[in-house]
């Protein structure tokens, strides 16, 4: 039986929920490459890291902070993580002014060359002449309806798309008991 994949994001229409900036370090100087979270490699630790509250409303489990959408969980989803997928995460305390709550940014440490082009709605390349960004020719300039090949996955359970790295995918056993913790923000689209 193949395992079932499902992308994982934050619930956009989560009604007054609260949106998180891009992170600042312990003298409030904003992170260089808030891109780094989302590269599907493993990261040195850059000390105490504060994502601010851009826009006040209802906290979430689960968010998707800045421009770089970094993951940030609540400590009951950081603890899922850990447990279910240690080879693939890395995990690090950060600080959410004004939260009592502990919240951890999550790194997914994998990075899959398994998009299926053939299944998946709509892909574009990046088109050095035309985009004007030579060191991306190869990768996606976009996915729309997005299909993997499961076979290609091996045991990672979370993981980043290569070439598309936006998409971070969890197996179905992390996505249910994600879901078995009544956390919020989160939504799952099966991409297998």
Request: with cysteine.
């Amino acid at each position: 039986m193949t395992t079932r994949y499902f992308r994982l994001s934050e619930d956009v229409y989560a009604p007054g929920r609260w949106y998180l900036g891009d992170p600042v370090d312990e003298k409030f100087v904003e992170v260089e490459d808030p891109w780094m979270f989302s590269a599907g490699k493993p990261i040195q630790s850059l000390g105490l890291l504060r994502f601010p509250i851009d826009e006040p409303g209802r906290p979430l489990d689960y968010s998707e902070a800045g421009i770089g959408s970094t993951p940030i969980l609540h400590a009951k989803l950081a603890t899922v993580f850990a447990a279910l997928a240690p080879e693939d995460v890395q995990l690090f305390a950060v600080d959410i002014p004004g939260s009592p709550e502990q919240f951890n940014m999550l790194v997914a440490t994998r990075l899959v060359r398994c998009i299926d082009d053939k299944a998946s709605r709509e892909v574009e390349y990046w088109d050095p002449i035309k985009h004007k960004q030579p060191e991306k020719a190869g990768q996606y300039s976009s996915v729309a309806g997005m299909r993997i090949d499961p076979s290609k996955v091996g045991g990672a359970k979370v993981f980043r798309t290569w070439g598309w790295k936006v998409a971070l995918i969890v197996s179905e056993e992390l996505k249910k008991a994600l879901e078995h913790t009544g956390a919020t923000g989160m939504s799952f689209t099966e991409v297998s």
